[in-house]
């Protein structure tokens, strides 16, 4: 139950979000009242006052008509979110614990797998149980085969059955036609072959000749806002038209095969996933589009060494390549989440939220050095959050750095649970998930934050137009009963 001060500042930023209706109120009455009073010479004397000043009058008009249009030609064009879609795997290629663990074992006795001791194939099995992955994520083909199918050939294959399946339900959900589409972004992080991932999907669906697309590689988690990002800045250029971003990773190429241990925490956190986003800047949209972009903050600490460092795909000792992550990174990411969070709450929180904060900064300024930072309460800006789905340690600590309930983190931890770590999909699948379980109502704000290489910390935030429904082909719809389930990690040993 709510205690009577957080009703009170419930109530108190309900008051400063309304001051402007509050204060408009009593103003039009007092119009009202006035206009009342006046008699039928003050009419007429208000007549003859128009008359003799026609002209100004005109000219007035004329430039208020010249200024709203040229406003309105400037400023920036609302970028809505007609629907998305996210890949649903397979059945056949659900992997346990129990399963990865014994197809890693016949790889090792194979010899393809040359894992030294006993001891790193505890520290996988750990890893596994603990990261609050459930027993239903999806691994792809060529890694359970044996012996394990690495190729070019096969990585493509899989990327192309995510990308591919997830746009080619979006079509369909949307009655979109792909000659429609203007803009297409495409991202994934570590599997960037030559056709790109955006001339294969402009092959398949024969995407028009003028489409502008981009194909952003190596930008990691965090690269599905950066994308959005880069359509939104497109769609303030080009008029009228359809941008498409598409965010995956590839998985079967980039299993590490060494015995570095920082390099195999990847390889038990990262599964299949791709999600489809179709973006428009058409008014006529509106009415039927899900959500619209508020904001998207972007920030990128890759100038500081240790930044740069903390996660990077280089060889080990063997010369096996693999994705390394230094102990800097939990610091790292705190500090890049830190001016992320201090640009984005200027923008969104209540102004009640706005002066708490500066209070808080002139005491520990001038008055006592020691006080802490004032951590704002984001639940009064948004009612809905996408955390980036990385680990269980990160959620964890996103919980409770902005003091977030289990129920706001709720998505997320039941993303990882069903999906994995799906990279810079996980967010909408996330936003999958909260649909799916009728949560999102008209008015309702969301923040999708994610973190990746680089360092980059990036937000987005929408919001929704309508009470939305979950789109045909939901990747929960199946499954949905189940959810929210108890996940319980023994951290004892």
């Known amino acids: 139950m709510d205690s009577p001060m957080k009703k009170v500042?419930?109530?108190?930023?309900?008051?400063?979000a309304h001051r402007f209706k509050l204060c408009f109120l009593p103003l039009m009455v007092s119009i009202a009242m006035e206009a009342s009073r006046l008699s039928t010479q003050d009419l007429q004397n208000f007549y003859l006052y128009l008359q003799n000043n026609l002209t100004s009058l005109t000219m007035f008009f004329l430039y208020l008509a010249l200024g709203s249009t040229l406003y309105l030609m400037t400023r920036p064009k609302p970028v809505y979110l007609v629907d998305f879609s996210c890949y649903l795997p397979p059945s056949h290629l659900k992997a346990s614990t129990q399963k990865i663990m014994q197809h890693v074992r016949l790889v090792r006795e194979a010899g393809a797998w040359k894992l030294e001791s006993d001891y790193l194939m505890d520290f996988?099995?750990?890893?596994?149980?603990?990261?609050?992955?459930?027993?239903?994520?999806?691994?792809?083909?060529?890694?359970?085969?044996?012996?394990?199918?690495?190729?070019?050939?096969v990585s493509r294959k899989e990327t192309e059955e995510v990308i591919i399946g997830a746009v080619d339900n979006l079509f369909r959900n949307t009655g979109i036609s792909p000659n429609d589409i203007g803009i297409l972004v495409v991202n994934s992080s570590t599997f960037n072959p030559t056709p790109s991932l955006s001339t294969i999907l402009v092959n398949k669906f024969k995407l028009r000749d003028?489409?502008?697309?981009?194909?952003?590689?190596?930008?990691?988690?965090?690269?599905?806002?950066?994308?959005?990002d880069a359509a939104k800045s497109l769609l303030q250029v080009h008029r009228n038209t359809y941008a498409l971003v598409v965010s995956t990773e590839n998985i079967t190429q980039n299993?590490?095969?060494?015995?570095?241990?920082?390099m195999l925490v990847t390889n038990c956190l990262f599964r299949i996933g791709g999600a489809a986003i179709l973006l428009s800047n058409r008014s006529i949209d509106r009415k039927r589009a899900k959500y619209e972009l508020v904001h998207t903050?972007?920030?990128?600490?890759?100038?500081?060494?240790?930044?740069?460092?903390?996660?990077?795909?280089?060889?080990?000792?063997d010369g096996v390549v693999g994705v390394s992550l230094s102990k800097n990174l939990p610091m790292v990411a705190a500090r890049t989440l830190k001016i992320n969070i201090a640009t984005l709450g200027p923008l969104v929180l209540p102004i009640s939220e706005k002066f708490h904060f500066f209070v808080r900064f002139v005491k520990k300024k001038f008055i006592n050095p020691k006080l802490k930072h004032y951590i704002p309460d984001f639940k009064l800006a948004f009612e809905?959050?996408?955390?980036?789905?990385?680990?269980?340690?990160?959620?964890?600590?996103?919980?409770?750095?902005?003091?977030?309930?289990?129920?706001?983190?709720?998505?997320?931890r039941m993303t990882l649970h069903r999906f994995g770590n799906t990279s810079s999909s996980s967010i909408w699948y996330e936003l999958a998930y909260t649909e799916a379980k009728g949560r999102m109502k008209k008015g309702d704000r969301i923040w999708q934050i994610a973190l990746?290489?680089?360092?980059?910390?990036?937000?987005?935030?929408w919001v929704a137009l309508r009470n939305v429904k979950p789109s045909a082909n939901n990747p929960w719809e199946h499954c949905l009963h189940k959810y929210p389930?108890?996940?319980d990690i023994d951290l004892t040993e």
Do not use: W
């Open 255 to 262: 299993l590490y095969m060494g015995n570095n241990k920082s």
């Open 384 to 412: 809905h959050f996408c955390i980036h789905a990385g680990g269980r340690a990160l959620i964890d600590e996103m919980e409770k750095n902005l003091h977030l309930t289990p129920l706001d983190v709720e998505a997320s």
């Open 124 to 153: 996988c099995e750990k890893i596994l149980e603990r990261s609050g992955l459930g027993q239903e994520t999806y691994v792809p083909e060529g890694l359970q085969s044996l012996p394990l199918q690495q190729t070019l050939a």
């Open 452 to 461: 990746g290489s680089g360092f980059k910390c990036n937000s987005s935030v």
């Open 9 to 16: 500042k419930v109530f108190t930023n309900y008051l400063m």
């Open 297 to 317: 903050v972007r920030v990128h600490t890759g100038a500081d060494d240790r930044s740069y460092e903390c996660a990077t795909q280089e060889e080990d000792e």
């Open 485 to 487: 389930v108890e996940i």
């Open 210 to 228: 003028d489409i502008k697309s981009l194909n952003l590689g190596g930008m990691g988690c965090s690269a599905g806002v950066i994308a959005i």
